[in-house]
């Protein structure tokens, strides 16, 4: 029983190590996942697999940690959902890139968001000019959402595809 403690708490720390790591390097749009994101995240996993499970390669090790990793992540889910507080410090909030046709530069440039991407989101959403565009905001999970004012509303998708440099 001893080494599934070991497991368990091990397993704990790289879970809130991850966590920790993601949030100081401000990666927002895990939605999106680039070649360089997909080599990261494997080479992470295969870093810190050993890290949790210890020597013990048994099937029960491998899925005591499985357990632990997504009982973590479910208790997690659920204390965002009942302390906002806690949701706000954990997760980073939507931004607005444009509002009434007038573009945020200043949030375009802090975000590393080019006029190109921007302009293939508004087209995604079947707007042609910044002027007809009444609200776009990168959401918290990498989509850009783009409200226009002559349109019914309809939900459609972009994912974000721009790494920012401090990413990796």
Do not use: C
Not at 42 to 55: C, E, P, R, T, W
Not at 100 to 122: H, P, Q, V
Not at 136 to 155: F, P, R, T, V
Request: cysteine-free.
């Amino acid at each position: 029983m001893n080494e599934y403690l070991a497991i368990i708490l091990r397993s704990s720390a790289v879970y809130f190590f991850m966590v920790v790591a993601l949030r100081i390097f401000g990666k927002k749009e895990l939605s999106q996942l680039n070649t360089a994101d997909v080599i990261l995240i494997l080479l992470i996993s295969n870093s810190v697999q050993n890290a949790m499970v210890g020597n013990d390669t048994s099937l029960l090790g491998g899925l005591a940690a499985a357990l632990v990793l997504f009982s973590i992540n479910f208790i997690l889910k659920k204390l965002m959902y009942k302390f906002p507080k806690f949701s706000d410090f954990m997760q980073e909030k939507p931004e607005i890139l444009i509002h009434d046709g007038t573009l945020d530069f200043k949030t375009l440039s802090k975000l590393n968001i080019t006029s190109d991407e921007l302009k293939e989101a508004m087209r995604e959403h079947g707007i042609e000019y910044f002027k007809d565009v009444k609200l776009a905001m990168l959401e918290i999970d990498g989509n850009i959402s783009i409200i226009s004012g002559h349109q019914n509303l309809k939900q459609t998708y972009h994912k974000r595809k721009h790494i920012h440099k401090n990413m990796i």
